[in-house]
């Protein structure tokens, strides 16, 4: 069962998550007769984690209960305030360019995946992750090119370095839905003298301003997916189907771009890589986002993860 951390009465708590429910770990635990794991800490609940093991037998035992006993167990979705999966992470890594179709219509030359490398990039996580259900906030700034990126993101389970793309996904926690919101025209002083390397950093900083990184609203645990590339991404603006694709289309998929970074840098538990967007963004349509729209990026298996729009 996927499970997700939540705000309620001012105290944030863990659960399952039912779409349109969740379901308290106290809640389960006590409808079941079972142990509850303690604390709202993702990480530990998550393969890996020194607490699964209590989350795994609490599951087998709640799923096992009558159906009017698991449904005594459930808070409505609109009584809680869901919350980031994690909220702190060391590391917000991210992918440019992960799927050819993408690459094509940004422009850029599409290359098989033995004559290239994954390109990574960071967010500042405090500032940029924001919870299902809070808003992408327009920056006054630069207003007019805002975008949309649906992911899939990956979260690290245990201390990881130099693996190989065989033993990767043995070091992943989990997966959750992230949305890459860029700025694709940012212009820091339009009046300036042009320099070399202008160009690269107006897009390094269109990714990093505020509440540009939504995730959510749930973590579908690593133990219960064996293969991460099948799954379907969609991602609608006020009801507009805008992207449409699946996980089988990275060019560098999971396994690969964990045991890539490994490489030169140490993952540790709770970093999350976000894995690339497939095709379907705003910029090659010449849509953007305006105050006032709803995007739900909505990744199989895992959720729906909805953020409006000011």
């Known amino acids: 069962m996927r499970i997700?951390?939540?705000?309620?009465?001012?105290?944030?708590?863990?659960?399952f998550y039912a779409d349109d429910a969740v379901i308290p770990f106290a809640a389960a635990a006590?409808?079941?007769g079972a142990d509850a794991p303690i604390g709202h800490d993702l990480i530990s609940l998550l393969p890996g984690g020194a607490q699964r093991d209590v989350v795994v037998?609490?599951?087998?035992?709640?799923?096992?209960?009558p159906e009017n006993r698991r449904a005594a167990a459930l808070v409505p979705i609109g009584d809680v305030a869901l919350r980031v999966p994690v909220p702190t992470p060391s590391k917000l890594m991210l992918l440019a360019g992960n799927y050819s179709k993408h690459v094509a219509e940004s422009g850029g030359q599409v290359e098989v995946r033995e004559n290239t490398f994954p390109y990574v990039f960071m967010k500042p996580p405090l500032t940029t992750l924001t919870h299902p259900g809070d808003p992408i906030r327009i920056p006054?700034?630069?207003?007019?090119?805002?975008?949309?990126?649906i992911e899939?993101?990956?979260?690290?389970?245990?201390?990881c370095k130099d693996?190989?793309?065989?033993d990767a996904l043995?070091?992943?926690?989990?997966?959750t839905v992230v949305n890459d919101i860029s700025d694709r025209k940012y212009r820091p002083n339009p009046g300036r003298v042009q320099r070399p390397r202008d160009a690269f950093f107006d897009w390094m900083h269109g990714k990093w301003h505020d509440t540009f990184c939504p995730m959510g609203p749930c973590v579908l645990p690593a133990d219960e997916l064996a293969d991460p590339q099948t799954l379907p991404l969609k991602l609608t603006v006020s009801g507009s189907v805008e992207q449409d694709a699946s996980t089988a289309e990275m060019d560098f998929p999971v396994a690969a771009v964990v045991s890539f970074i490994s490489q030169w840098v140490t993952l540790h538990p709770g970093d999350v890589i976000s894995t690339g967007t497939p095709d379907g963004v705003g910029s090659a349509k010449g849509k953007f986002l305006k105050p006032g729209d709803v995007v739900e990026a909505s990744i199989g298996g895992i959720g729906v993860l909805r953020n409006p729009v000011q």
């Open 30 to 32: 006590e409808a079941a």
């Open 57 to 65: 037998r609490l599951q087998a035992a709640f799923e096992g209960l």
């Open 4 to 15: 997700c951390r939540f705000e309620r009465s001012g105290t944030t708590e863990a659960g």
């Open 170 to 175: 043995h070091y992943v926690a989990g997966y």
């Open 163 to 166: 693996v190989s793309e065989a």
């Open 140 to 149: 006054a700034v630069s207003p007019d090119h805002v975008d949309w990126e």
């Open 152 to 159: 899939l993101g990956v979260i690290i389970g245990r201390e």
